[in-house]
């Protein structure tokens, strides 16, 4: 078990510019969920997927991000022109079904 | 919309103290988690909880299911330097529903 991986782990971009990051879950779980972490707050829901079809977005999550698991196995979370408050910890978890949610490292994204 | 109340916010104590956090909700939850996040890193998911008034350990860790099912509680015995982060208490409605997560406790320990 290498738990939930996420690449890349940091990111500095420009305004204006697109970003995907990936997250690998763990092998056997069916459900990868992502969210958005802001200093000194706790982790917000972004969406969710149960194998690849997407079953859940949040209202945070405008129509400049995209998200996406194509076969059932890793994900991956664009956004498109990229704004200073995009900056946040972005992180990734999976779970079998509705159990416990494990975490991956997170990707920092900081837009300049 | 769903809020969690932890408290405290912050806390400093002396290594070798016991500690404890609470978090508290106007929803009733069916299920609430406990995380630690170190700097830079994912949250860590330390005991989760399934059913009200369930108490529940983890070597020195101790997380309690309120009965109201509105609340939870996490105690830290005999603390030590590695326990310093920050402590996520999290709520779930229905199995289904999306975590959501309190604004956490930072644990400072004292040399």
Known sequence: ?112 | GQQLNQSPQSMFIQEGEDVSMNCTSSSIFNTWLWYKQDPGEGPVLLIALYKAGELTSNGRLTAQFGITRKDSFLNISASIPSDVGIYFCAGQGDRDDKIIFGKGTRLHILP
Request: aromatic share 12%.
């Open chain 1, 1 to 112: 078990d290498t738990g939930v991986s996420q690449d890349p782990r940091h990111k500095i971009t420009k305004r204006g510019q697109n970003v995907t990051f990936r997250c690998d879950p763990i092998s056997e779980h069916n459900r990868l969920y992502w969210y958005r972490q802001t200093l000194g707050q706790g982790p917000e829901f972004l969406t969710y997927f149960q194998n690849e079809a997407q079953l859940e977005k949040s209202r945070l999550l405008s129509d400049r991000f995209s998200a996406e698991r194509p076969k059932g196995s890793f994900s991956t979370l664009e956004i498109q022109r990229t704004e200073q408050g995009d900056s946040a910890m972005y992180l990734c978890a999976s779970s079998v079904d509705y159990y416990e949610q494990y975490f991956g490292p997170g990707t920092r994204l900081t837009v300049t």
